[in-house]
């Protein structure tokens, strides 16, 4: 798999400079919410931040380059503590705070599916290659460190890996199509999160995000 | 030349094959040398020894294949009183390398002993899980062999956290048990911050 990724990554690149079409190079910005398909026990939720730069005036297969940063909502948890002091409670219940902040950057090209009569256009992203970073910071309310042991903690974790995603996009907005509805899934790093069980697992971010189109270089 | 380039070949595959071996240890970032208090079974036990971290040693296996950690004994002690004495040992060095794969050493020993009924079993066993038992009936003795034969003992708190056991093929065959322990030997030993977290074969138990 990984020997295939580069060979993948070089073959949309060249497919993608080979179309040309009369079309101008932007980026965009949008925001919405992101919620997690890859965890049962947790629900992890996020306010996405996506940037994308689309070097390419093209309008078909253009290669595009895309940033996004989740902010993640605080999810809360439990944990159990226990203590040998036999004049503290010999077990009490934490609560167990988790923010995974999620950082991916990943190349990509867009496919044109469809254009309406108003000049609204649909588009498929498909972004086989981006790095991503994951930093799950870990906090237990009130927790007395000195006297208490917390049975299978969870820990901080900063990782990394190699994901995909793939995404649907509505540009509208007039003529311009400066507006954008975009439907963005990418997969978990490939990386594990190590040998120490966790309660949490990678998040595979859904987001639904609402933006804006940046055009310059116009072509004709 | 053949010859050469084989042993050569076979030198770099065992110093490749000794680097993998890893130990079951989880850094806890509040108490440095201690590993995370556990109950997966991972066979290890930390505790600070007048607040130097200890751990129960690795074996990294032949070739780094098959590493593992020292595993405890638990046993039951008969004697001659109207209670006999449950026995949890393990070998204990100074957790100075937490990186791993030293061999055994001369070791020293560390046992937790409970005052339990003659007729004790493995049900009694597992009654024991969430229990808190405290330094008036509890003992703590450790053994030494480095330089000459020493034995020391004094009391000990112990908390047995979790104790799980393996009944999927109809009979119990791995009990998996985890907890805290501090101990006090005459007031200048100071054993704090114990835990362990182990996994036993049934077969091995003499109860």
Known sequence: MKIKTPFLFISIIFISFSFATHAQSSFSLSTGISSDLNNVHHSFYHIPFSLQWKPSPRKRAAFFVEFDYDFPFTTKSTGQAYTLNPSLPKEVTLQETIRPYIFSVSIGFRIHLYTNKRNNSFYLNLLPFGISTQNFKINYKNFDKENYEILNPDINMNRGGIVSSIAAVYNFHKTKQDMKLMLHVQSPPLEGTGKYPLSFRFVAPLQLTFGYNFYYNKRK | ?207
């Not at chain 2, 999927?168 to 704090?192: E, M, P, R, V």
């Open chain 2, 1 to 207: 030349m053949k010859t050469i380039f084989f042993k050569i070949i076979a030198c770099a595959l065992a110093l490749y094959l000794s680097s993998c071996a890893k130990r079951n240890f989880f850094p806890d970032p509040d108490d440095p040398g201690l590993s995370l208090l556990t109950s997966h079974g991972f066979n290890i036990a930390t505790a600070y020894i007048n607040k130097v971290p200890y751990i129960n040693p690795f074996d990294p296996g032949t070739l780094g294949i098959g590493g593992v950690n020292s595993a405890p004994s638990l046993e039951l002690i008969g004697t001659g009183n109207s209670f006999d004495t449950l026995c949890l040992s393990w070998q204990f060095e100074i957790n100075d390398n937490t990186s791993n794969n030293q061999p055994y050493p001369t070791i020293s020993t560390i046992s937790l002993l409970m005052p339990v009924p003659k007729s004790f079993t493995k049900t009694d066993f597992f009654a024991l899980n969430g229990q808190r038992f405290s330094s008036n009936t509890n003992a703590v003795v450790l053994r030494s062999y480095h330089n000459y034969f020493d034995t020391l003992s004094g009391t000990s708190n112990i908390y047995f956290v979790s104790i799980k056991y393996d009944n999927t093929s109809g009979s119990i065959t791995n009990l998996a048990f985890s907890g805290l322990f501090d101990a006090n030997i005459g007031d200048s030993i100071l054993i704090t911050k114990g835990r362990f977290d182990f996994v036993i074969d049934t077969a091995t138990l003499n109860f």
